[in-house]
């Protein structure tokens, strides 16, 4: 017979010498570990088995990709996080530092990934949807490493977490990333084959499950979150112990209990190791079944700048605000000259409608008004504010005093 693949115990793949889970059964007995990118690659495949493969026995990523004959559940959809000033009521926006039973977890700055462990194939689907199709992306075939080699006893489980880049600026090639944002969306958007060769020279995607929606398909939606972190954290410590070639991969999220005085501590650490902000989350709370919502038990605080800037031009409105400002361009003063540095979007409809004139364009007396805005970060090309937020006008300060200098990091 031909070589076939099936999973068993952590080896040194033949072809590559890294770590990995399964190995081939050649026709003369011998067993030979391949990783899931050196199954996939023919010569190194025909070289290791001596060209005696039984192709539609060869077990490989593509194979595990979900088809047809994998019933994967579409109705479950990701919750997300609503942004601390959206809070209502405003009080809400104190009680959830305050209160012992909302937590602090980190804010992970990646790619959101639901995971769908089945026997017949895992599938890990990304938030958005394909368009056409209806269906949540597909991430699966760039990650075969988080899909390939869980034990089958957790058939029917579906984790929820964030793919994470976490070795510093990745050259793709074409491209030096600027964040580990980018460099996650880099990996799992680009062709499979490319995407698993910078994975194996540089780093592997690592999965950090924050959440569990099903165990063993019961659905696990309803229970409250201190309960489902509690089992969370027994079917990862599993899967690790069942297959020790996971453990880098697979995490949990790193979180804090207590009061105001912890949470914040807890933020800045975050912050001052270069981490996008936390999550605050309620222990008491259910995991919400309509797939995109934003309930106020999962709320964001995110590390922000604050700068003041005048107004230079706007972008026009699309879709619902069309006919309207979408966004008001915004400039500093950079060596004496008015210098561009983000389109301010998060406009209230009653100001958006203030500030626009009849042909949809920006008022002339808004021109060279001062502005507060919040940013995420300055992206490292343009030096634009990622994410920049409108946060009122400044009355008391004129367009000549905006030289961008005096930028205050805050939590938003």
């Known amino acids: 017979m031909g070589a076939i693949f099936k999973l068993g115990t952590t080896g040194t793949c033949t072809g590559c010498g890294v770590k990995t889970m ?20 023919k010569g190194i495949l025909a070289k290791v088995t001596k060209g005696k493969i039984q192709k539609e026995a060869v077990r490989s990523e593509t194979s595990r990709s979900f088809g047809e004959t994998v019933a994967v559940r579409y109705d479950v959809g990701p919750q997300l996080a609503k942004a601390i000033k959206d809070v209502r009521p405003v009080g ?9 039973s909302w937590i602090a977890a980190e804010k992970l700055d990646g790619v959101r990934g639901v995971l ?11 938030r958005n949807h394909v368009k056409g199709s209806g269906q949540y992306s597909n991430l699966t075939p760039n990650v075969p490493h988080l899909v390939e080699c869980i034990p089958d006893e957790y058939d029917g489980t579906i984790l929820d977490g964030e793919i994470m880049w976490i070795y510093g600026p990745l050259n793709t090639g074409s491209v030096v990333t600027s964040s580990a944002l980018n460099a996650a969306t880099a990996l799992l958007n680009c062709d499979p084959d490319k995407s698993l060769d910078l994975q194996h020279r540089f780093g592997r995607l690592v999965y950090v499950v924050f959440d ?5 398909g019961k659905d696990l939606r ?5 309960s489902r972190m509690a089992l969370r954290d027994e079917v990862v410590t599993g899967i690790v112990a069942k297959n020790p070639f996971l453990d880098p991969y697979f995490q949990t999220e790193r979180s804090c209990a207590g009061g105001a005085d912890e949470k914040m501590a807890f933020y800045d650490s975050i912050v001052d190791e270069g981490g996008e902000g936390i999550l605050l989350k309620d222990m008491t709370s259910t995991y919400s079944r309509t797939a995109g919502s ?8 995110k590390k922000r700048y604050s700068v003041d800037a005048f107004v230079t031009g706007f972008i026009p409105g699309e879709a619902g605000i069309k006919g309207m400002v979408g966004a008001m361009e915004v400039s500093v003063y950079k060596d004496g000259k008015p210098t561009a540095i983000a389109a301010v979007s998060g ?3 009653a100001l958006r409608k203030e500030i626009s004139a009849r042909d949809g364009s920006l008022k002339p007396e808004y021109y060279g008004r001062v502005v507060q805005v919040s940013f995420q970060e300055l992206t490292g090309k343009s030096g634009r504010g990622r994410h920049a937020v409108f946060e009122g006008f400044r009355p008391d300060k004129d367009a000549a005093e905006c030289d961008g200098v005096d930028m205050g990091l805050v939590p938003v």
């Open 116 to 126: 769908h462990i089945m026997k017949e194939g895992s599938v890990l689907l990304g």
């Open 92 to 100: 809400l926006q104190q009680e959830v530092w305050r209160s012992p």
């Open 222 to 226: 309803d229970l409250m979150l201190s």
């Open 347 to 349: 406009i209230e409809m």
């Open 294 to 301: 934003r309930p106020n038990s999962w709320v964001k605080v």
């Open 22 to 41: 399964g190995h081939l059964i050649s026709d003369d007995g011998t067993d030979q570990s391949l990783c899931p990118r050196c199954r996939d690659t």
């Open 212 to 216: 569990i929606l099903y165990l063993n």
